[in-house]
Structure formats: structure tokens, C-alpha cells
């Protein structure tokens, strides 16, 4: 199907009634987002408390060799101060975060604003006795436990800056974080329960610890209470220590443009990045986004699946979420432990009014059959929310369908680590929504479709090509940790004076935007981002591989898989066996989520004659689509193209 036949869903009556943002309003905002920038995020910036209020609202320049992005550079905040204290008064007792346990036998808890703040000031107060003071980087490295926003609302509230590792990393992929952001501590828990496995968190830190300096302390959360190994020297049990410490600690004024977070994310080239996050722009965005793309209202209850090793997990479960006073829901378990009716299950225990996952999840439940959502009472939903991925229509016809009962909005959410919060989507109250577009621009974002060789922007419709935005938005990244070049030249080196998204789109004859995917040489498997660059550097670490080539192919399920070219040592002979020994070493050089789904053995690699390895070949081969190589007489030896498409892994 065409996107110009696809099927249109206006709002609803009801949710435009009850919506924040019209359609009406969504006009006359966007427009003055437009053409008064600074008026329109000096109103905005009001959403969040100041220490010391703004006077200036931006400074930026996209120019290569001079990007500098600051917003509202002048005031001072404290982030945990907006997303707890300035709530005590009014909404002191009202639950701040439900925490879902891996185990529906286990219990479930709610923490008030009062508990939320108490337990965030004991982890400050505990950091701050293990010396880490503003400035200074910490490692969260967690299961989806309370004690996981405790501790980034802690680091913020301190003025330390967190950068959280996702529990499902290696401890290669660990201490090369620490180390990376010269961490003084490393947050962890003696377990992580997940589908009713439980990874050992602990024994990984002690082990990438080995790697780190030897200064580096490790607190520990008793999760499961499960034997760890313990270094007296280095180790501190929180559990025990919490007990006694203090639960009242003042939240240092920081400067709107001082780092909250940094968050390691896959690029196209070399080992991930450190992308930055700032204090004041970034908490504006993520509470303004928040409210209006879930519209969210007093009261809700509201339930992002993501973990909050990922961005998601950072916007839309923790800042913006606490920074608007709302109810937010924290899962540690999985969509189909013990079945695949737990999702469901979990929104009618707890009401669950809106509801945010990522499309591979969407596939893997609807593969699963109907019947495990029919079970569950999903009445008290009224947004359904995605993000992650492009969305098949199938899919979203799923969601529609059996999970929102035909009533709810869905906002397809398209934004990337580097954003900070969601650049496009559909409002619920004031767009129209299309299986698999992410419709329109939020206020203040400007998007741009480029000819890709040439950087023109198209300016008709319907139109088809690289998508960058013209101008910055509060929640923009800041720079890469320890390496502003390399943040110039991956954003804005490429079209000059745009910031480049790294991804394909198209806009339709009704000026609706649809994500088409990357456009460089980052996959996407079951909505995580990995740069094939990483899986081919784990790769060639192995002592039996020359060389190795990785691209994305087309996996029902998660989207892409990890389709790896691999040529081996001279000498070294293919095996079944080496196979597996392989796809192993990248799971512990990485972690799972890189496991690579094909492994095919590939004598000679297509490289051009200057050397470079023409992917697009590579791409069409793990595609099983032969028709449509291409020009290949570029090629050093074309007849390599012939070899690998004779030895293509069967599927
Ligand atoms: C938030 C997040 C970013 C990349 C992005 C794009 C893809 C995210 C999407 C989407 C189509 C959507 N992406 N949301 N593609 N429709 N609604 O996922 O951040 O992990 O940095 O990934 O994910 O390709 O460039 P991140």
C-alpha cells in the first residue's frame, strides 16, 4: 500500500474535548514556535522551578566548527528539586512511582512523592559520603527498580552527572563506560530478575571493575539478596547503609546548561559516544512532551515500558514524567514472562490510562495470538504511544484494534537519544493519525527533507530523502563527552547548517512525515540502536577473524537482525562450532542484544578498489535480493558478489 492510500483516523471527538493541544491550538502554537522562537520558549521555560530565573533563552549555532547550543545559559535549577520537592505540598502523598516487580506473585509497590523524596536524599547523602560531589560522573547500572530513579534523581540532585548502562550490557561494555566518563562510582544490584532469570549484575561490575581504576567504588543494592563476592576495600552495601542515612539533603543550584546525564549511544562509526544532556533545556522538553504528546492530566496513570538504561526510559519514565507531578509506572519484568498476557495484565491491575511501548514488542505479543489480550479489562487506556522503530501497519492495526478497542490515539513517536525528547508524532487531540507516520513536527521543531547527494531541500510534496532539522530545540544534545569535533562532524558535518537525524523520510501528499530509517550504518534490532562498526570491532578482536563486514536484514520480529560477513585467519577453518564460539564472543564483548542472528563465512569481502566495502552489496545479499545489486564495477574483484550470493545463509 501506498502512503498516499493509507488509511486516515481523525481524533476523536472525546479526545479532542479532553486534549491540552487542538487541532486549532497545535496551529497557533506551532506557528508561533516558528516565527518567535525566543518568545516561545521563554513562555515554556516556566514549566520548570529556578533557583536562579533566565534572563537569556538561546544562543545556538549549527555552523561546522562553531556548534554551540545553549538554552536559558544564564538561570540555575536543581532537577530533582523540580521533579520532587516543588510536588510535597500539593501532591505529597500521592504515588510518584508504581513499581511492577519482575514476578506478579511478588508485590507491587507505590512511593509517594514524600518516600520519593526521602529515599532520593538518603542515595544523595550516601554519595555524597563516598566523595562524589558536582561534577563528578557515577554509573548506574541497574535492574528496573525503584532504587534506579532514586539514584539518577540523587546524582541530580548532588549535581553528579549519572550515565546509566543498560543491565543487559557486558562488563567489557561496562568498563568501557567508567572508564570513558572517568566514573568515581558505579551503582549496581547483587541481581537483576527478568523473565524469571536473573543476571548477575554484581559479579559484571566486579569483573569490569578489574578494568578500571582501582579508586572506583561500587555501591550495591540488595535486589534479590543472593550471594555476591565482596571487596571491603571498594564495596558498600546501600541496603545496609540507607537504614541510617539521613533523609533530607538540599538539591544543589545548578546551571541550566551544566550536564544532567550522559548516555552512551551507537553511531555509524567507531565505539559509541557519549551523548550529553544538559540540565535546563533538557528537563523543559521532557516535561513539555511528556504532557502534551500523552496528554497526560492529573490523576493518570501512565506506564513506559522502556528501561531506563535507554533514553526512553530517561524522558518518559523519569524526568519528564516526576518533573509534571505524574503517576509513572516502573516495570522490571518482560512482555511474556510468564505469558504473554503480562503486559495486559499489568495495565488492568493498575489502570493504566496511557500506555508507551516499542513496535517489536507489539510484533512478538500479536504473534502470540489475540487471546492474551482479550483476557485482560483494558477499558481504563486512552493513548497508546510508540517509539523506537517504524511501525509496520499490521502491527499498528494490532494495536489499534485489539489493544485500544478502536478509542485510542496512537502517537508514534519518532526522536533519538541525541533529541532528548520527541521531535515528531501525531497529537492525540489534534492530528489525524496514519498507520506507520510519525505525522507531524512538535512545537519548535522544524524538520527538512534533503536530495541526499546534493543537500537541497526539498520544498513540494509529496517528497522523499534525508531528514535534518533547521534550528535547535531546548532538548538537544549538547556535545559528545570529551569530543566536540567528533559531535560537529557526525551532526553537522554532512549538509551544512542542519542538524542530520542519520535517518530516511518521506513526506506525503498531505504534508505528513513518515520515517523510513536509518540512512548510515546503524541497525536497529528489536528497537535498540547498534552501530554495525561496534559488532565488526568485537568481531576482529577474535583472534580466528581477519575481517569482518555487518549490515541489518529484515527480521519479523525485531525489525533487523545482525547479519555478520565474517573472513577468517588463514588457516582457520569454518565450523558449526566456530559459530557458535563467535556469536558468544560478541555477546560478551557486547552484550545479548548484539548476538549476531547470521554469521555467513566470506572469503573475500566486495571492496572497491580504494579499499572500501561496498555495504549496499552486502545489504541486498542479507536481503536475499540479488536482483538489484547494483553497479559493482567499481569492485576490485566482482567475482567475490558471486561467492558470497552462493554461500547466503539459507533462512
Ligand atoms: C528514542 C529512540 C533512534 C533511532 C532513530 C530512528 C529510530 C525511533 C522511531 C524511529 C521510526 C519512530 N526511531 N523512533 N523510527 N519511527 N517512531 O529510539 O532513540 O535509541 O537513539 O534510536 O530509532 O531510526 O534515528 P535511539
Request: aromatic letters at 10%; hydrophobic letters at 40%.
Amino acid at each position: 500500500m501506498s502512503h498516499a492510500e493509507a488509511k486516515i483516523y481523525p481524533p476523536s471527538a472525546d479526545a479532542e474535548a479532553k486534549a491540552h493541544v487542538d487541532a486549532a491550538a497545535y496551529e497557533r502554537m506551532y506557528s508561533a514556535s516558528m516565527s518567535d522562537p525566543e518568545g516561545f520558549w521563554r513562555e515554556q521555560g516556566k514549566r520548570v522551578d529556578w533557583m536562579k530565573p533566565f534572563t537569556q533563552v538561546r544562543d545556538v549555532d549549527f555552523t561546522l566548527g562553531n556548534v554551540k547550543i545553549n538554552w536559558y545559559a544564564d538561570g540555575e535549577l536543581n532537577v530533582s528539586a523540580n521533579c520532587i520537592d516543588r510536588h510535597l505540598e500539593k501532591r505529597g502523598d500521592q504515588t510518584a512511582i508504581i513499581w511492577e516487580p519482575d514476578s506478579p506473585d511478588e508485590a507491587a509497590k507505590h512511593i509517594t512523592y514524600k518516600e520519593l523524596h526521602a529515599e532520593t536524599c538518603r542515595m544523595a547523602n550516601i554519595l555524597r559520603d563516598l566523595g562524589v560531589t558536582k561534577g563528578d560522573r557515577v554509573i548506574i547500572y541497574m535492574p528496573m527498580i525503584p532504587e534506579a530513579a532514586y539514584a539518577m534523581l540523587a546524582c541530580a540532585r548532588i549535581g553528579a552527572i549519572h550515565s546509566i548502562v543498560f543491565a543487559g550490557f557486558s562488563p567489557d561494555a561496562l568498563a568501557a563506560r567508567v572508564n570513558g566518563s572517568e566514573a568515581k562510582v558505579v551503582i549496581t544490584a547483587d541481581f537483576a530478575p527478568r523473565g524469571g532469570k536473573a543476571t548477575p549484575l554484581k559479579a559484571n561490575a566486579d569483573k569490569a571493575l578489574k578494568n578500571c581504576d582501582a579508586s572506583v567504588k561500587c555501591l550495591v543494592v540488595r535486589r534479590t539478596g543472593g550471594d555476591v563476592a565482596w571487596d571491603d576495600a571498594r564495596d558498600r552495601d546501600y541496603t545496609a547503609l540507607a537504614k541510617n542515612a539521613a533523609t533530607t539533603c538540599a538539591p544543589e543550584p545548578m546551571n541550566a546548561e551544566d550536564p544532567l546525564f550522559i548516555l552512551y549511544t551507537s553511531g555509524s562509526t567507531g565505539l559509541p559516544k557519549g551523548v550529553v544532556h544538559s540540565t535546563g533545556g533538557y528537563l523543559v522538553y521532557a516535561a513539555m512532551t511528556h504532557e502534551i504528546t500523552f496528554d497526560y492530566h492529573d490523576g493518570d496513570i501512565y506506564w513506559c515500558t522502556a528501561d531506563v538504561g535507554w533514553v526512553t526510559g530517561h524522558s518518559y519514565i523519569v524526568y519528564g514524567p516526576l518533573a509534571n507531578g505524574a503517576t509513572t509506572l516502573m516495570f522490571e519484568g518482560v512482555p511474556t514472562y510468564p505469558d504473554a498476557s503480562r503486559f495486559w495484565q499489568v495495565c488492568e491491575k493498575h489502570k493504566v490510562n496511557q500506555f508507551y511501548t516499542a513496535p517489536t514488542a507489539i510484533r512478538a505479543l500479536m504473534g502470540q495470538g489475540r487471546e492474551f489480550a482479550e483476557k485482560a479489562d483494558l477499558s481504563s487506556l486512552r493513548i497508546l504511544g510508540t517509539v523506537g522503530e517504524p511501525i509496520n501497519p499490521e502491527a499498528w492495526n494490532w494495536y489499534n484494534e485489539v489493544i485500544g478497542g478502536g478509542r485510542c490515539p496512537i502517537v508514534d513517536t519518532w526522536w533519538q537519544t541525541e533529541t532528548g525528547g520527541h521531535l515528531m508524532t501525531p497529537l492525540p487531540g489534534a492530528h489525524a493519525t496514519k498507520p506507520g507516520a510519525a505525522m507531524k513536527p512538535f512545537f519548535g521543531i522544524k524538520p527538512v527533507v534533503l536530495e541526499p547527494t546534493t543537500g537541497e531541500e526539498i520544498t513540494t510534496n509529496p517528497a522523499e530523502g534525508v531528514l535534518c532539522i533547521a534550528d535547535s530545540w531546548p532538548g538537544q544534545m549538547r556535545t559528545v563527552w570529551g569530543d566536540h569535533a567528533r559531535f560537529e562532524q557526525t551532526y553537522f558535518s554532512d549538509y551544512k547548517d542542519y542538524y542530520f537525524t542519520g535517518d530516511g523520510c518521506k513526506r506525503d501528499a498531505d504534508g505528513d512525515y513518515w520515517i523510513t530509517g536509518r540512512v548510515d550504518d546503524v541497525i536497529n534490532v528489536s528497537g535498540h540502536r547498534m552501530g554495525t562498526a561496534e559488532v565488526e570491532s568485537a568481531l576482529v578482536a577474535h583472534d580466528k577473524v581477519a575481517e569482518a563486514a555487518v549490515v541489518g536484514y529484515s527480521h519479523d520480529i525485531k525489525g533487523q537482525g545482525i547479519y555478520c560477513y565474517v573472513t577468517l585467519m588463514n588457516g582457520e577453518e569454518p565450523s558449526d562450532a566456530l559459530r557458535t564460539e563467535l556469536r558468544n564472543w560478541v555477546r560478551t564483548e557486547i552484550g545479548p542484544i548484539a548476538s549476531p542472528d547470521m554469521i555467513q563465512w566470506a572469503p573475500g569481502l566486495p571492496k572497491t578498489r580504494s579499499g572500501k566495502i561496498m555495504r549496499r552489496v552486502l545489504r541486498k545479499i542479507a536481503e536475499n535480493d540479488f536482483g538489484a545489486l547494483g553497479d559493482t564495477s567499481t569492485l576490485a574483484d566482482p567475482s567475490v558478489v558471486d561467492e558470497l550470493i552462493a554461500n547466503r545463509m539459507n533462512r
